[in-house]
């Protein structure tokens, strides 16, 4: 799979999240071969290794992502909780960091007045906007479902992972067995090997955009709530 940056349309644009390509997870040192595992997750295949990971991912309902991708010369921070259709947190961009909120199907973006200038609105009007909770037009609002935990699970296995080849093999991450499938290019996916619960730990890119994303708190709910108050953009200028 390959993390790729998710534009938010309109006059304000941004996110990332999503896949397509060659995908991995971590980069733990490779200690043993899946043949001499007696994991029961370690001797499937590359394909089937990917495929488990992502139900368990959706089958969690909740999980906290953060990580980094690196595109045209700048580097990207994102550090998101995704549960079920809703979404919250933040994406660092150039040094500006938006906060976002994406709940019910509606999208909230906090921004500084020069990233919304930077997309084209007249100075006046970015202003208005600096620190304020923006409600997003009905059009843009659809572009954040992309970073929702199904809409990244989605994206994950419209990127062809059922195609998936790689080197299977077994190690330890923070003291705990992992299964690591490397690809061709270097890029890895770690995968707790757990039966019941082989969740994606890392993934680790290394491809034309490369990039490193953390998974954790599996099933860990939090309150996801609109903010109050925002400012709608079809207001400004009425």
């Not at 953060?66 to 040094?95: F, H, K, N, R, W």
């Not at 991450?173 to 290019?185: R, Y």
């Not at 994606?200 to 903010?227: C, Y």
């Amino acid at each position: 799979m390959r993390i790729r940056r998710c534009a938010v349309i309109g006059t304000a644009a941004v996110l990332l999240a999503g896949c397509g390509g060659s995908d991995s997870i971590g980069n733990p040192a490779q200690t043993g071969s899946a043949e001499e595992s007696t994991s029961a997750l370690a001797e499937k295949d590359a394909a089937e290794i990917v495929d488990a990971a992502f139900t368990a991912l959706e089958g969690a309902g909740a999980a906290h992502v953060t990580g980094s991708i690196e595109e045209a010369g700048t580097t990207q921070e994102l550090d998101l909780q995704l549960q079920g259709e809703d979404a919250q947190g933040s994406i660092v961009m150039d040094g500006v960091t938006v906060e976002l909120v994406y709940v019910g199907g509606t999208a909230y973006v906090m921004a500084p007045a020069d990233f919304w200038a930077s997309f084209g609105m007249p100075a006046e009007f970015a202003a208005q906007l600096e620190g304020q909770w923006v409600l997003m037009p009905a059009e843009a609002a659809s572009s954040f479902g992309a970073l929702t935990l199904s809409g990244l699970v989605d994206e994950l296995r419209a990127s062809g992972s059922d195609q998936v080849e790689g080197e299977v093999t077994t190690d330890e991450l923070d003291g705990e067995p992992v299964v690591v499938v490397t690809q061709a290019d270097g890029s890895t996916l770690t995968v707790a090997d757990d039966e019941e619960n082989p969740y994606p730990l890392v993934i680790e890119d290394k491809g034309d955009a490369p990039a490193t994303v953390e998974f954790s708190d599996f099933g860990q709910e939090v309150e996801i709530a609109a903010p109050a108050d925002p400012l709608d953009l079809n207001d400004l200028g009425g």
